[in-house]
């Protein structure tokens, strides 16, 4: 089992530059360094300052509150059961010890192939980039995950890059995190340069809550980057939610298309954001809207401190069946779920 990670958990992101000033920074880092923090001053500017006493200090104390303010902006004021603001204001029962739910419930600990570099299934290995998100999502499976001691950035990714180099049956490289799209780009560029050089790679896959919740992250830098890569690239966003879309998220999108990469959405199915037909089914259309094709939607990782979103499997598999009778099949998500030790996400 990944024992919690010390405090902080998830770092702030490094300026291009070692040298560069706040001032300097790009837009989007700035941006980042601006989020909101404080879960008085989130439902205070939502109208819900007598929601206060249901915050839970401890639970913010354990996995702090980051939130951008335009994502703010896309909540609903005065309305404590907007989707967007369950999915990240820390609550008291977020400190309930339940039977079943675990540090590690992915087991990401047991798959651990070198340092920063986690291999589940045949063919495919994960790096973790970084510990950085943007947005600390309170359903995270990795709220517990040791980032201090397992990211693959470390020595300029050589241990990682190694590991991979030696394995000829890895042909494909999934960027995770935290969020790897929180490394500044030249920092992303160093580590792809040095997969380049590994034969056997064949393609690239990025997951990313970026470009949803903080959509200035695709910049020109960003998008160069990207089209210069040597391999197909599969991007795989993260919306819960349709309201989780606004104009600036489409025009992220559209620019992430220009570049050439394939666009996909994984979901979770949480109890109060999304645990019902028209959620899922808008959701859908929404990311098909903005050229994003519907991948997986997750059963929740039964990681320490997330019980409270939890949507029974018999519930799931009814939303799942309403939903595939609604839409055409390319807009339904596999409904899926991790259990460590299989070859591959289980479907329900």
Not at 94 to 121: N, T
């Amino acid at each position: 089992m990944i024992p919690a990670a010390p405090l902080p958990l998830q770092p702030e992101p490094l300026p291009a530059a070692a040298t560069a000033s706040p001032a300097s920074a790009p837009r989007w880092q700035r941006l980042w360094r601006d989020a909101v923090r404080d879960p008085r001053e989130l439902l205070g500017l939502l109208g819900l300052d007598a929601a206060a006493a249901g915050i839970s200090d401890a639970a913010a104390a354990g996995f702090p509150l980051r939130v951008p303010r335009g994502f703010v902006a896309r909540m609903r004021p005065g309305d404590l059961a907007d989707p967007l603001l369950r999915q990240v204001l820390p609550v008291d029962l977020e400190e309930r010890i339940v039977p079943g739910f675990s540090l590690d419930a992915v087991g990401d600990g047991a798959a651990r192939k070198a340092e920063g570099v986690i291999q589940k299934y045949r063919g495919r290995a994960l790096l973790v980039a970084t510990g950085s998100c943007a947005v600390h999502c309170r359903y995270c499976f990795r709220r517990h995950f040791p980032y201090a001691e397992e990211t693959a950035a470390r020595d300029g990714w050589a241990a990682a890059v190694a590991a991979i180099a030696e394995d000829p049956s890895i042909d494909e490289v999934i960027l995770s995190g935290g969020d790897p799209l929180s490394l500044a780009t030249p920092k992303l560029a160093e580590l792809t340069a040095r997969l380049a050089a590994i034969p056997h790679l064949r393609r690239l896959r990025i997951h990313s809550r970026l470009p949803v919740v903080l959509p200035e992250r695709v910049d020109a830098e960003l998008l160069h980057w990207l089209s210069a890569l040597p391999w197909p690239v599969a991007f795989v966003i993260h919306a819960n939610h349709a309201n989780e879309f606004d104009a600036s998220v489409d025009a992220a999108l559209a620019a992430l298309r220009g570049a050439g990469v394939q666009l996909l959405n994984q979901a979770v199915l949480l109890r109060g954001v999304n645990d019902h037909v028209d959620a899922l089914a808008d959701l859908s259309q929404r990311c098909f809207a903005a050229g994003v094709l519907p991948y997986y939607l997750h059963q929740l990782d039964r990681v320490q401190g997330v019980a409270h979103f939890e949507v029974p499997d018999e519930q799931a598999r009814a939303l799942h069946a309403a939903l595939a009778a609604r839409l055409s099949g390319y807009l339904v998500p596999k409904l899926v779920r991790e259990i460590p030790g299989d070859t591959g996400k289980r479907p329900l």
